[in-house]
């Protein structure tokens, strides 16, 4: 592999990550009517439900318990892989 900047033949080759994901919420701003006629009853409903489900779920541990795994851990990473040429002589790189 030659340099198509100098001609050289003193290349080095190199795997570089250049991928990243990154997740944003956005939340909608809403006008004074919104908070006073609306989200209190959102808010009394998610409380409600919140309290129903704490009760339900407590209820259920009691009866079926799960057996505990040491060490075991799931998860998944996705990475973008490049590979960069770049030339020792002049310093120019490029994408192979």
Known sequence: MTCPK???ENINIQRVTTGSTTVTKH??????FYY???WWW?????????AIKLVFTAGLSLFFKKKKEVGTS??????TNQNVAVCQNCGNSWNI
């Not at 799931?74 to 990475?79: D, G, L, M």
């Open 42 to 50: 959102i808010q009394i409903f998610k409380f409600l439900w919140w």
């Open 36 to 38: 006073l006629f609306v």
């Open 27 to 32: 939340y909608a701003k809403h006008g004074l």
């Open 74 to 79: 799931i998860s998944k990473t996705t990475n």
């Open 6 to 8: 100098c001609g050289s």
